[in-house]
């Protein structure tokens, strides 16, 4: 059960928890996180060395379980239901009830631990505006709004019936962004950028779900990318490009073009590992897509392919870790993998090669680094913004606890608490451990 939430700011101290800060230092037991009334944290470290905090701030003992930073999920897409979606059905909706389906899902992901969310297609800066006026609940968002595709490429859902889905599936603000050649890609990324967009999507490769593209097809010429990069590169100080990328001719043109990141990277060589190394280009696994089994009703074609390249995942993903690739953590959330379990994905990185401190890391600080957040939150240290996740037990022995939203005690975002399912700030007593 869900505890009260507190819709204000307070001073809190949480004291006696573990503290696994997101920057990857070793973690110090009996640990306090201290938040000032304008939500800031003021103190991150060992109980014994905390200040005394000031007048009217709440303390909670947080019975020795985990403090971790907010988590991020840089890949979902929270216009798509997740499962087996039926097209036909979701055409047949309002708009009114998406958007409420919408805000449910962001709700649910906030409260899985996941503090911000990078939203690559489909979800228009309304959305955003809503959680910043406190109006639905969700993680802070960082939106692509649509993705720049070619004509017939993985961001282009004309149907073989010539109907275009896109428009159904996304929120009400999004629009289909596909353009051709480097005039028409320029002005796209400029339209998107227009419409509020904090990163640029594009689509650089085909992809597994769409019925007449493959993963190894090309989606965008390394001219047409340099000029979508050129762009943003342009705006509010360097705006980032997250490129869909599977196969590798496709990832090689996203890579010459200078893309920030790379979604998904299946088929990823030796030379493209070393080539993301030396640009400190991040990749975004996605293992929660490529690990999960898919739904049989999906066909002989689809599941043919889902096999193949769940293949080349398990071999490539665990050689660029070992590359030391920047991994950062996306689960693609609303295609096949379900909103609201995203932390599942840090169990798939220990599974395939990171450890446990790795693997948080990859979700807190380096996925900070990815949105352009790391000023403002990813790691619990003296001056950031206070997002932070009690979790039961300790996910450095057992990253698994944290796949699953039971386990997850105590949510507060921008120092406002937005789950408190332990009743840490209630008179429910608290387990001990
Ligand atoms: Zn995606």
Partial sequence: ?????????????????????????????AASVQVDSEGAITYAGPDSLAPEVASGTTTVNVGGNAILPGFFDCHVHFCLPGGAADIGLTMALPASLKVFQIAERMRTTLEAGVTSARDLMGVDVGFRMA????????????????????????????????????????????????????????????????????????????????????PDDVGMSVAEIRAVVEEARSRRGGVHVAAHAQGRRGIQNALDGGV?????????????????????????????EVMG????????????????????????????????????????????????????????????????????????????????????????????????????????????LLGDPANILLVIKDGVVAKDRAGFLTDRPVSPR
């Fill in 260 to 288: 920030d990141s790379i979604e998904h990277g299946y088929d990823l060589t030796t030379e493209q590992r070393a080539q993301m190394v030396d640009e400190g280009t991040f990749l975004v696994p996605t293992l929660s």
């Fill in 131 to 214: 959680i910043d006026a406190g109006v639905i609940a969700g993680p802070r968002l960082v939106l692509s709004v649509g993705i720049v595709s070619s004509t017939g490429g993985h961001g282009d859902m004309t149907q073989l019936s010539g109907i275009n889905v896109l428009p159904y599936l996304q929120s009400p603000g999004c629009f289909p962004a596909v353009a051709d050649g480097e005039d028409q890609v320029r002005a796209m990324t400029r339209r998107i950028l227009q419409a509020g967009a904090d990163v640029v999507k594009i689509a650089a490769t085909g992809g597994v779900l769409t019925p007449t593209d493959r």
């Fill in 1 to 29: 059960m869900t505890g009260s939430v507190r819709a204000a700011h307070t001073a809190l101290a949480l004291t006696n928890g573990l503290l696994i800060d997101g920057t990857g230092a070793e973690p110090i037991r």
């Fill in 293 to 400: 089994s898919l739904d049989p009703s999906a066909g002989p074609v689809a599941l043919a392919k889902k096999a193949l390249w769940q293949g080349k995942a398990r071999t490539n993903f665990p050689a660029a870790v070992a590359a030391g690739v920047k991994i950062a953590a996306g689960t693609d959330a609303g295609a096949a993998p379900e909103h609201g379990h995203n932390l599942r994905e840090l169990g798939l990185l220990v599974d395939n090669g990171l450890t446990s401190m790795q693997a948080i890391v990859a979700a807190t600080r380096h996925s900070a680094e990815l949105c352009q957040l790391d000023h403002l939150v990813g790691t619990l240290e003296a001056g950031k913004r206070a997002d932070i996740v009690v979790s039961d037990g300790n996910p450095l022995s057992n990253i698994q």
